[in-house]
């Protein structure tokens, strides 16, 4: 059947990401917050679709719950930023960008990164949409 249109909806430098961490994913977290294990619970702003597990992009914030790290950090749910993912995804220009682990970055709840430092190298896409995270970043990919 052919498409009768542009179905484009919202921020035109989102389109191409593939979606690489799902939910249940276990990420490691990238800051110096004191956690070192998240699993996923949830991705906020989600368009539910029947019987297809929520996904986040390079970027996008999710909802975990801390799995390892400082024992008051344990079991507590927090929404973090998406910034490694392992699942290749096409950037405009054409290249292909795949990191070696999924990783995360806890934040509060107004959104400032919890920690000071980032380790390891930061994406390209989620440091252009949190500017804050690229001034803790050692690397930008």
Same mark, same amino acid.
């Given at each position: 059947?052919?498409?009768?249109?542009?179905?484009?909806? *919202?921020?035109? !430098?989102?389109? $191409?990401?593939?979606? $690489?961490v799902?939910?249940?994913?276990?990420?490691?977290?990238?800051?110096?917050?004191?956690?070192?294990?998240?699993?996923?619970? *949830?991705?906020?702003? !989600?368009?539910?679709?029947?019987?297809?597990?929520? *996904?986040?992009?390079? $970027?996008?914030?999710?909802?975990?719950?801390?799995?390892a790290?400082?024992?008051?950090?344990?079991?507590?749910?927090?929404?973090?930023?998406?910034?490694?993912?392992?699942?290749? !995804?096409?950037?405009?220009? $054409?290249?292909?960008?795949?990191? =070696?682990?999924?990783?995360?970055?806890?934040?509060?709840?107004?959104?400032?990164?919890?920690?000071? =430092?980032?380790?390891?190298?930061?994406?390209?896409?989620?440091? =252009?949409?949190?500017?804050?995270?690229?001034?803790?970043?050692? #690397? #930008?990919?």
């Open positions: 059947m052919a498409k009768r249109g542009p179905k484009a909806v *919202g921020v035109s !430098y989102r389109l $191409g990401l593939t979606p $690489g799902f939910m249940e994913s276990l990420v490691k977290v990238a800051d110096n917050s004191g956690a070192t294990l998240a699993k996923v619970i *949830g991705v906020p702003h !989600y368009k539910a679709v029947w019987r297809r597990i929520p *996904g986040a992009a390079v $970027g996008d914030i999710v909802v975990v719950s801390i799995r790290g400082k024992p008051e950090l344990r079991k507590q749910v927090m929404r973090a930023i998406v910034i490694r993912q392992r699942r290749p !995804y096409r950037r405009p220009d $054409g290249t292909w960008v795949a990191f =070696e682990d999924n990783a995360v970055v806890i934040i509060t709840p107004e959104g400032e990164p919890k920690g000071t =430092e980032i380790r390891g190298p930061l994406a390209k896409e989620a440091a =252009e949409r949190w500017p804050k995270l690229s001034a803790m970043a050692s #690397i #930008i990919v």
